[in-house]
Every structure is written in C-alpha cells, then in structure tokens.
Nanobody, 125 residues
Framework: VQLQASGGGMAQAGGALRLSCTAS????????MSWFRQAPGKEREFVAA???????RYADGFEGRFIMSRDNAKNTVHLQMNSLKPEDTAVYYC????????????????????WGQGTLVTVSS
C-alpha cells in the first residue's frame, strides 16, 4: 500500500493550495481517509477526515477554510486549503484506515494504518 501526497508548496497568507493523496493497492472509497499535519517543533495534529460513509469532520478552526473531498474514480482524496495563514505551515500527511467506525470520521491517528510520506506547506506572511 502506498499513499502519495502532493500539492504542497509555498503560498502567501490569504492564498490557497490543494493537496492530493493518491492511493496504490488500496481503494480509498473503502477506507476512512484523513489529513493530519505536523508543524516544526509540534506534535502531529488532526486536520480533517472522511469516514467510509462519506461523513466529513474537521478539527476546530478548519471548517470553512479547508475542504476535504474524495474522488473514488481517481482513487484520490483532496484537501482544498483556503485563506491560508502562516500558522498553517506544516508537513501534511494523508492516512487511511478501515478498523474504526464506518459512520463517524476518526480523529485519532491510531485509527489509521497507512500513512503517506507528507507534503510540505509553507505559508508566508
């Protein structure tokens, strides 16, 4: 199983980026998928997740700015990040799991079995 994250880069505050995570040897539609991020010197934190039933949950402070979606035809999940802030600077990781709730998006990293390599997002002020 491989999760390939892409779309990171540099953006100015107020700008936007769209992250993608494409899976190999795993069907994203059959898995809960999530995005986490880790800023320099900080612990990894939950950003957004979509359950196997297509419910989406965002961490506090992200709903309305970030939009997670799933494209089953392309076996890819996306994270559209708008109104970026310097504090959004981090390595963003996608993850997949299918051992947790079918209906409720899991926010704990322990619920995800497969992780991508991360993509760096840098937001300048």
């Amino acid at each position: 199983v491989q999760l390939q994250a892409s779309g990171g880069g540099m953006a100015q505050a107020g700008g936007a980026l769209r992250l993608s995570c494409t899976a190999s040897d795993l069907t994203v539609g059959a898995y809960a998928m999530s995005w986490f991020r880790q800023a320099p010197g900080k612990e990894r934190e939950f950003v957004a997740a979509i359950s196997r039933s297509d419910r989406i949950r965002y961490a506090d402070g992200f709903e309305g700015r970030f939009i997670m979606s799933r494209d089953n035809a392309k076996n890819t999940v996306h994270l559209q990040m708008n109104s970026l802030k310097p504090e959004d600077t981090a390595v963003y990781y996608c993850a997949a799991g299918n051992s947790g709730s079918y209906y409720h998006p899991e926010i704990a990293s322990a619920e995800y079995d497969y992780w991508g390599q991360g993509t760096l997002v840098t937001v300048s002020s």
